[in-house]
T-cell receptor, first 112, second 112 residues
């Protein structure tokens, strides 16, 4: 069973470029989230979704867009990359509010 | 909103030493509590959880007890191994929130 799959694993972008980080889960989970991990700051929530067609902002949403057209997929879009978006990005999915989250392996993004 | 305070790292121990990583939280409701572990180069994975007061979560020799009166969920292990070297994250999940709140993480280094 694949669980949560993120692609790509590594990416280098130039300032101003756009790209989409992909996240897919095969567990039929309703809840999906995107986090970024920066040194000394733990994981910060960017956007989340509680079901297909429903998304909301987390702590640090600026510069990122999301959509949830299917239960399985939750892509994260960077519209115009900035060096401040250099980070490791994690996607997570959860069956319900009080159950554990399953994480992807992460995408290491560098913006130069 | 929810917040988490974890002890600063890195924590450096010798093999077979006793481990405690402190975690305290604030939450508006009655959260479930989780500890996640991140091994080098990997995503986060659930280590243990507790869903109500006085519950003890345990896994792989690690334990943590849900202390409602002190709003704490300290992680302990009686005898650490080199393979326990990782970053540990405490994460409460309030029933009213749609995603986990993470502490800054505590890096554990175990020396042979």
């Amino acid at each position: 069973n694949a669980g949560v799959t993120q692609t790509p694993k590594f990416q280098v972008l130039k300032t101003g470029q756009s790209m989409t980080l992909q996240c897919a889960q095969d567990m039929n989970h309703e809840y999906m989230s995107w986090y970024r991990q920066d040194p000394g700051m733990g994981l910060r929530l960017i956007h989340y979704s509680v079901g297909a067609g429903i998304t909301d902002q987390g702590e640090v949403p600026n510069g990122y867009n999301v959509s949830r057209s299917t239960t399985e997929d939750f892509p994260l879009r960077l519209l115009s990359a900035a060096p401040s978006q250099t980070s490791v990005y994690f996607c997570a999915s959860t069956l319900g509010r009080n159950t554990e989250a399953f994480f992807g392996q992460g995408t290491r993004l560098t913006v130069v | 909103g929810d917040s988490v305070t974890q002890m600063e790292g890195p924590v450096t121990l010798s093999e077979e030493a006793f481990l405690t990583i402190n975690c305290t939280y604030t939450a508006t409701g009655y959260p479930s509590l989780f500890w996640y572990v991140q091994y080098p180069g990997e995503g986060l994975q659930l280590l243990l959880k507790a869903t109500k007061a006085d519950d003890k979560g345990s896994n792989k020799g690690f334990e943590a007890t849900y202390r409602k009166e002190t709003t704490s969920f300290h992680l302990e292990k009686g005898s650490v191994q080199v393979s326990d070297s990782a970053v540990y994250f405490c994460a409460p999940r309030d029933t009213g929130r749609r995603a986990l709140t993470f502490g800054s993480g505590t890096r554990l280094q175990v020396q042979p």
